[in-house]
């Protein structure tokens, strides 16, 4: 298994990006995923799990927002897993996230996932190191199930700076329409930046399988990151060769 070190890899688009072109072009991805998405319904025998994992201010809702909300909002749902508390602390670590996999015909956006149930403990060292390799085998092992039942797990790590991160941090603070976004645990998350991501370079090299791979997303830019999640989430849909259903009368 080849190691994975987020510190050689860049957080900016390739020198000679045009930013302009680079928003028609996701443009016109969205316009092919909202067709392809109803596609994907019309066949209802799969589901597909997207899983989006990055630094607090890496682009998350952005990217939930442009590449995904054009879709039929009857056929998309995105749901965002924060610190477990009440009953959810009486089961696996596991359950909340299983009751959230979508059924066979749905796409399904997680906004941080099952992987903050390594990431936070192996931070703040509530876990030991044995329990908490063990949740890298249960996680690789509950990806292969859902995999095995027609759920496509896609997955994307956006790689952003932490120069970057600080500006859009400091921004919640100036911007009224970003304010709300606010947390007084923010910059207390960025002081820790070095300790999450050797844990993250951990996670992705442990969970970097054949059937459920990692997407490192350069995340500096904002436009160039849609792009890439647009068109990984159109090839994925692409490649499976769907067809419209033929007329069944069966019933009639």
């Known amino acids: 298994m080849k190691e994975i070190d987020l510190k050689?890899?860049?957080t900016l688009p390739p020198n000679g990006i045009d930013k302009e072109e680079i928003k028609y072009k996701t443009e016109e991805i969205v316009s092919k995923l909202v067709e392809l998405q109803r596609l994907f319904f019309a066949n209802h025998n799969r589901a597909l799990l997207v899983v989006l994992q990055g630094m607090d201010a890496s682009g998350k809702d952005s990217a939930i927002r442009h590449v995904f909300g054009p879709m039929n909002p009857m056929w998309v749902r995105v749901h965002s897993f924060k610190k477990p508390v009440g009953d959810e602390l009486e089961h696996d670590y596991l359950r909340r996230i299983h009751k959230k996999v979508?059924?066979?015909w749905i796409i399904w956006i997680f906004n941080r996932s099952h992987?903050?149930?390594?990431?936070?403990?192996?931070?703040?060292?509530?876990l030991s190191d044995s329990k908490i390799n063990?949740?890298?085998?249960?996680?690789?092992?509950?990806?292969?199930?859902?995999v095995d039942e027609n759920i496509i797990v896609l997955k994307f790590y956006l790689h952003i700076s932490h120069q970057r991160q600080i500006e859009k941090l400091k921004e919640r603070l100036k911007i009224p329409y970003k304010m709300w976004k606010y947390s007084c645990s923010d910059f207390e998350v960025t002081e820790k930046r070095d300790k999450y991501m050797r844990v993250y370079n951990k996670v992705?090299?442990?969970?970097?399988t054949r059937w459920a791979p990692?997407?490192?997303i350069p995340a500096d830019k904002k436009r160039y990151k849609n792009y890439l999640i647009a068109q990984k989430t159109y090839e994925i849909l692409k490649w499976l060769k769907l067809k419209w259903p033929k007329l069944d009368t069966k019933e009639c």
Do not use: C, Q
């Open 214 to 216: 990692w997407n490192i």
């Open 134 to 146: 063990k949740r890298y085998a249960h996680i690789n092992g509950f990806e292969k199930m859902l």
């Open 102 to 104: 979508p059924p066979k």
């Open 115 to 126: 992987y903050e149930d390594i990431l936070v403990p192996s931070v703040e060292w509530y």
């Open 204 to 208: 992705l090299t442990k969970t970097n």
């Open 8 to 10: 050689k890899i860049s």
